[in-house]
């Protein structure tokens, strides 16, 4: 743990839907977030206005990491976007954070029209060394027959907070890819929840991680499936070293009603060092017999014949971890719009395994 | 690459056009695949609940002491006195009740909230005394016992054999060559007052009363159980059997099983535990504890077949030295609620733990078993293989741990869960948690739940198979691997208990 997460006043939140031991500690997962004051963000303009009756109706299903953390995103909101998709071009954000913008409290709305498919794309990083916090909800609602992806890029730096909760809902044949990286922020809270309401409808999910220092990971997935035939999938992918922890905390939920539903989670953790800490926590749970569902967790070292295969080709140790790990990545990276910002990543997590 | 697709162009009316078209073919979809379901469904035939037989079978309920209901200090000093125990117990129970008076049900798991400790009697002691002749013990125990099939066992199969009723145990008997070459079998009363060094010794220190309430709970009221010794070297060839049989309705039973394992010897033990069905709650918190020392190997079977009034918070654990095997076999039929996690703490290097569980929740059946393995020293292997089947509203559930620690390296563990669940009314929850704390782990994980693989039948029907004999043989191939690890009698019961509930069942 890092010293930025001694704190007296605890806040708690990523509960889970079904508790279990209470001295594992996975039940649910501290939140650091210091700022109590609304400060400013000056780095971008809020896009169009929040539909309050739309946050209402989502704050409703579900509160995000914790109802105290959807409090503080309310009344500390800085910045404040809304976009109703259309057929346009990716809409891409870029969040930069500095001594300038120490907090950001963002409240995002994608909303996804029938017939309609886009992309959005949020990146949030640092510009400094400064610790800087942020809280952000994203609501996203896909409404019939409609397609997004949605992709989140974190590299905040190793003193920041960053907790970001999304709540979506995906209706009738609707789709909805998500795509997070994660690579930067010594203390990541990660909440995602989503209702699959209607008959068909789709979430897909992609997450690459790369833990280093003391970094604590909190990957924390809910997935229910509603609608008839909804169909499912949480793949994350990622490796750890120093003494990095990351907690997965999975859940596939089927409720009773969505009868052909298909749910599948696969989590894959690579481990780099003997100091580092792997937790994962798949849950299925299920309400309803007319189902599959499938999970798989698995971790280990880096398979020793990939290893041997490359080193005989002439690459070094290192080189050939890299390789590996960034092989591990790649499906998440593709889904990013913008090639600059996907061949960066990429530089990052093989220069990261390489100096280690 | 990209998935962003090129700009649609889409003009508005044709939007609408295509919206409502989409709509309609979705609605006639949704249709067809409900037909098809409810079809899938129909083909399903229900069985009723299942009768138990001889499980249920109650007797006239005569003792000789029963302490009042509920749970004080005076209840605990009068079960120490009646059992003429030394004074080192006495604190160790007065210990324990101070830690369960302050401790709180869990938070999380199944609801405990209507098992009241004062409505639960902690202490029956029936009218027998303990026998080792088996036409001795009295008529109406010794008949519940032959109907449930424990002496035919002892004469075919088993080397020893002890049968407890409600909080005594009335019978016990071992093979004499066992006896020669040192082992020992013995109620747990007798080990206290005979073995008291080794009994001190070990008594407490793997199953600890601070673990968890029912756990304290056991260790202030404990009565009964067994004692099993087996030295250096010596390997019991054919299985020991304990039967646990609860006739008293609103009675608690708290039996304490010890068993050590030397360097190099072996053991089977199996423990069968049933009651009769009353509408009160009756409660089961045993503890189990097991030492496996270096290079020895232990089997601990459990068929559990309480009646449905039953709250079975069992505790388990098991302490595996250097290159020692526990293997642990786990079947859960009865009790309303059942919270048991056999808990394998692998602490010599090479140590290993197999676990092999099936779980069957039937109507208001809340079943929440698993196992728990603690990975503390290197080249530590485990494997957890686990099935669970719900039906009619019951609930099962899988809960597991595996942790590896600092420094355990190369350790090797591998778990497969996997849920069948018979109708929507019924739950099949997965709950595991993997805590790695090195990087020389090779850990894999799978879980499955839902309904049989379509694809599978059809294979097997290419295959000349009818789709009838197809499901019956994928049905019992989920069940086997469990099935074959039991001890024979209890296999076929099982398999009865199976096939009857399974039959035709999955769609």
């Known amino acids: 743990m890092t010293k930025t997460n001694m704190r007296t006043n605890e806040l708690r939140g990523n509960k889970l839907p079904a508790l279990t031991w209470n001295w594992m500690d996975v039940n649910d997962v501290k939140i650091d977030l210091q700022n109590t004051q609304k400060i400013p963000y000056t780095a971008v303009q809020s896009v169009g206005t929040v539909d309050q009756k739309l946050k209402q109706t989502f704050y409703d299903l579900d509160h995000g990491i914790s109802e105290e953390v959807m409090r503080m995103n309310t009344e500390q909101c800085n910045l404040a976007n809304h976009w109703r998709i259309s057929d346009s071009e990716p809409i891409e954000v870029r969040l930069p954070q500095s001594a300038e913008n120490p907090l950001l409290v963002d409240q995002n709305q994608i909303v996804v029209p029938p017939l309609q498919n886009g992309t959005v794309l949020l990146y949030n990083y640092s510009e400094d060394d400064s610790r800087v916090e942020r809280n952000s909800t994203i609501l996203i609602d896909v409404e019939n027959d409609a397609e997004v992806n949605v992709v989140l890029v974190q590299r905040l730096n190793k003193d920041s907070v960053s907790n970001v909760s999304i709540v979506a809902r995906v209706g009738d044949g609707a789709r909805l890819n998500l795509a997070t990286v994660e690579l930067g922020a010594g203390n990541t809270v990660f909440h995602y929840m989503v209702d699959m309401e209607g008959f068909g409808a789709e979430s897909h999910i992609k997450t690459a991680y790369l833990g280093s220092g003391n970094d604590h990971l909190d990957l924390f997935y809910h997935v229910r499936h509603i609608g008839e035939e909804c169909v499912s999938d949480i793949q994350v992918n990622g490796a750890l070293m120093d003494h990095a922890v990351k907690k997965f905390r999975g859940t596939i939920d089927f409720v009773e009603g969505c009868s052909g539903s298909d749910g599948n989670e696969e989590e894959f953790t690579i481990l780099l060092d003997d100091t580092v800490r792997s937790v994962a926590v798949p849950l299925l749970l299920a309400h309803e017999d007319d189902i599959v569902g499938n999970h798989a967790a698995s971790a280990g070292q880096i398979d020793d014949e990939q290893l041997f295969y490359l080193m005989s080709r002439g690459l070094s140790r290192k080189e050939s971890e890299g390789l590996i790990v960034e092989s591990r990545m790649t499906p998440t990276f593709d889904q990013i719009p913008n090639e600059k910002l996907r061949l960066d990543l990429r530089n990052e997590v093989h220069s990261r395994i390489i100096r280690r | 690459m990209l998935n962003t697709k090129p700009k649609q162009n889409i003009k508005q009316q044709d939007r609408e056009r295509i919206l409502a078209e989409k709509a309609a073919e979705r609605e006639i979809l949704k249709e067809a695949r409900r037909k098809e379901r409810a079809e899938k469904l129909k083909e399903r035939t229900y069985v009723e609940e299942f009768d138990r037989g001889v499980y249920d079978i109650k007797n006239p309920n005569r003792y000789e002491i029963m302490l009042s209901k509920g749970l004080s200090e005076e209840i605990v000093r009068e079960i120490s006195s009646i059992k003429n125990e030394p004074d080192w117990m006495l604190k160790k129970r007065l210990a324990a009740l101070e830690i369960y008076q302050k401790m709180e049900n869990p938070n999380w798991g199944p609801d405990l909230s209507e ?164 509408n009160t709650i009756n409660l089961h918190a045993g503890g189990v504890e097991l030492f496996v020392k270096e290079g020895a190997k232990l089997r601990y079977s459990t068929i559990e077949n309480w009646s449905r009034n039953m709250y079975n918070l069992n505790s388990k654990r098991a302490i595996v030295e250097k290159n020692g095997v526990i293997e642990w076999i786990s079947g859960s039929f009865g009790s309303r609620v059942s919270m048991l996690y056999p808990a394998s703490i692998l602490i010599g290097e090479g140590a290993r733990s197999e676990f092999t569980g099936i779980t069957f929740a039937g109507a208001g059946q809340t079943l929440d078993t698993g196992a728990q393995v603690v990975h503390k020293a290197p080249h530590t292997y485990s494997t957890v293989e686990t099935k669970s089947i719900s039906k009619g509203g019951g609930k099962a559930i899988y809960r597991s741990l595996v942790q590896v620690e600092e420094g355990a390296y190369g350790c090797k563990s591998n778990t497969d869960c996997q849920s069948l669940m018979l109708d929507a009314q019924s739950r099949g929850d997965t709950i595991p948690t993997i805590i790695l704390k090195n990087d020389d782990v090779d850990f894999g994980h799978e879980a499955k739940i839902g309904r049989i693989d379509d694809q599978a039948i059809f294979y097997l029907m290419s295959r000349g198979l009818s789709e009838e004999e197809a499901k019956a043989m994928i049905v019992r191939g989920f069940a086997e691997p469990v099935a074959k690890e039991l001890p024979l009698e209890y296999a076929v019961e099982m398999n009865e208990l199976i096939n009857l509930e399974l039959k035709g069942a999955i769609g």
């Not at chain 2, 002496?151 to 004499?176: R, T």
Request: charged share 20%; hydrophobic share 35%.
């Open chain 2, 115 to 278: 098992l009241d400790m004062d409505e639960i009697a902690t202490y029956i002691r029936p009218k027998a005394q303990m026998e080792s002749n088996w036409q001795e013990v009295p008529d109406e125990i010794r008949k519940t016992f032959e109907l449930l099939g424990i002496p035919e066992a002892e004469l075919d199969y088993l080397s020893g054999v002890g049968a407890q009723y409600d909080s005594e145990v009335v019978y016990h008997n071992m093979k004499d060559y066992l006896a020669l070459q040192g082992v020992v079998y013995t109620d747990f009363e007798s080990g206290v007052e005979q073995y008291p060094e080794i009994i001190r010794e070990y008594f407490g220190t793997c199953l600890k009363p601070n673990l968890h309430r029912y756990s304290a709970l056991h260790y202030a009221v404990w009565s009964g159980g067994s004692f099993v010794y087996v030295p250096e070297g010596v390997q019991v060839d054919i299985p020991l059997q304990s039967y646990f049989r609860m006739n008293a309705p609103g009675a608690g039973q708290f039996e304490h099983t010890l068993i050590i394992v030397e360097k190099g010897g072996s053991l089977h033990f199996i423990e069968g535990c049933s009651a009769p069905r009353y």
